[in-house]
Nanobody, 122 residues
Framework: QLQLAESGGGSVQPGGSLRLSCIASGRVYSSSVIGWFRQAPGKEREFVALIRWSRDSTLYADSVKGRFTISKDTTKNTVYLQMNDLKREDTAVYSC???????????????WGQGTQVAVAS
């Protein structure tokens, strides 16, 4: 059974960078989509970015476009989220998830990691 585990979160000052990793244990089917989502305290879960496992197709939320980059290394069963020029409003728990549809709705994803905290503050 597929399991996902995130790492790379932490505290950073505004303008700083972090790289999150999402490591998959188990088989990731070629039709899969891996998405990154985030949830800040008191707010709903929000789509951040997604990537197809078998292609380089990517999609970003407008709020992170130009600052975040999603990529993958299928030989390592890992998806990355490079986050640059971080802002206070990027503070949240970031989770990766596996879905089957090219979809920004978190309800389309059926396997989730435990999440990693990102805090952006002076």
């Amino acid at each position: 059974q597929l399991q996902l585990a995130e790492s790379g979160g932490g505290s950073v000052q505004p303008g700083g960078s972090l790289r999150l990793s999402c490591i998959a244990s188990g088989r990731v089917y070629s039709s899969s989509v891996i998405g990154w989502f985030r949830q800040a305290p008191g707010k709903e879960r929000e789509f951040v970015a997604l990537i197809r496992w078998s292609r380089d197709s990517t999609l970003y939320a407008d709020s992170v476009k130009g600052r975040f980059t999603i990529s993958k290394d299928t030989t390592k069963n890992t998806v990355y989220l490079q986050m640059n020029d971080l802002k206070r409003e990027d503070t949240a728990v970031y989770s990766c998830a596996k879905g089957s549809d090219y979809d920004t709705n978190h309800r389309s994803y059926n396997v989730w990691g435990q999440g990693t905290q990102v805090a952006v503050a002076s």
